[in-house]
């Protein structure tokens, strides 16, 4: 029979383990992560065989039952905890972690211990034993993934914040400006009727980058009127000189998305592509997930578009870090470079 001290030992291991680490100074989540499974289970193995009685020392093959509860706690960790968890399947990984406890404290009590017990004198006597290690390490794993969340972002933040001084000073560079400014002065002339339109649309994009791009989740609807209106001032630069085939299907735009992370794939698409060739860009969004995808004939040689693979480089950063386990990016050149992109919207990392 077990003893309470021995049930109430059990119960205090967690409680030994996280005390012993904060009276040490030493709880730090990605340091000592090792040291406090090797404190746990030392502390397991030692109230298990050297708090027992003599008959559970002798004749209660606890050991082996140790490589299996071994086994199940971390391929709780490794499998069911980042599968389930970051799904938010909880019920379903309750159900499931309940079964295994249930599974392996039958296990134990029938085959390995081999007492005779009653199914609920099992259950009582054996239970806690199996839940103990995977309750602690579930909320051990669950502890040190919301501190690697934290962690990330704070690098988003540092990243985004970064990403927007850069793509602002590119915006309201003198040169790109005063482009923009000699496009609406020439039509001032020429088409003066086109000219308010114009205004609004250049204004519009330095509102959408200056305000609403500082959200780290924006509405999908603002994105897609932003490059509308850059796309539509585009066709007014390049007349004549290029051809734009832009296509948008869009099923709902209930949605929200990271702010300017479509737009160093448009941009490059126009800057890199060829004269008098066609510029292809295509976005869908269909049951939650955006497609986008551009087309253009190279037009540069490879060491002028160092600033295209700079844009590149900090867009494949921003989506690992917003969207790590929900995007898609493939990048293919020949006479033609293609870039696709694809977006689980609603899901990666919030601040």
């Known amino acids: 029979m077990v003893s309470t001290k021995v049930r109430y030992a059990y119960q205090l291991l967690p409680v030994a383990t996280f005390y012993v680490?904060?009276?040490?100074?030493?709880?730090?989540?990605?340091?000592?992560?090792?040291?406090?499974?090797?404190l746990f289970w030392s502390l397991f193995i030692f109230v298990s065989l050297f708090l027992f009685s003599n008959y559970y020392w002798s004749e209660n093959p606890f050991l082996q039952y140790f490589f299996i509860?071994?086994?199940?706690?971390?391929?709780?960790?490794?499998?069911?905890?980042?599968?389930?968890?970051?799904?938010?399947?909880?019920f379903a990984y309750a159900l499931i972690i309940g079964a295994i406890a249930f599974l392996g404290t039958q296990l134990y009590c029938n085959y390995f211990a081999e007492c005779?017990?009653?199914?609920?004198?099992?259950?009582?006597?054996?239970?806690?034993?199996?839940?103990?290690?995977?309750?602690?390490?579930?909320?051990?794993?669950m502890l040190y993934d919301h501190h690697k969340n934290q962690e990330n972002l704070k690098i988003i933040q540092k990243e985004h914040t970064e990403m927007e001084l850069r793509y602002l000073k590119s915006q309201i560079n003198p040169h790109v400006l005063l482009n923009n400014l000699n496009t609406i002065y020439s039509y001032a002339l020429e088409q003066p009727r086109e000219v308010p339109e114009m205004i609004l649309m250049l204004s519009d994009n330095l509102k959408h980058v200056l305000y609403d791009s500082n959200a780290h989740k924006i509405a999908l609807e603002k994105e897609l009127d932003y490059i509308a209106n850059y796309i539509a001032f585009q066709k007014i630069r390049t007349e004549n000189l290029k051809h734009i085939d832009y296509k948008l299907t869009v099923d709902d735009t209930k949605h929200t998305i990271a702010p300017l992370l479509l737009i160093t794939l448009i941009e490059n698409a126009f800057k890199h592509s060829a004269a008098k060739s066609t510029v292809h860009i295509h976005i869908s969004v269909a049951n939650g997930i955006l497609s986008c995808k551009c087309i253009n004939k190279i037009g540069l040689v490879q060491e002028e578009r160092t600033g295209d693979k700079i844009g590149l480089k900090n867009l494949k950063k921003r989506l690992q870090l917003l969207y790590r386990d929900s995007h898609s990016l493939h990048i293919s050149e020949n006479d033609r470079y293609t870039v696709r992109l694809q977006l689980q919207l609603n899901e990666g990392q919030t601040l």
């Open 21 to 38: 680490f904060y009276r040490m100074g030493l709880f730090n989540y990605r340091i000592y992560e090792v040291l406090v499974h090797l």
């Open 69 to 90: 509860l071994f086994g199940i706690v971390y391929v709780n960790n490794g499998l069911l905890l980042p599968y389930f968890i970051r799904k938010h399947y909880y």
């Open 116 to 141: 005779g017990c009653s199914f609920m004198k099992c259950l009582s006597d054996y239970l806690w034993q199996t839940l103990v290690p995977i309750i602690f390490f579930s909320f051990l794993w």
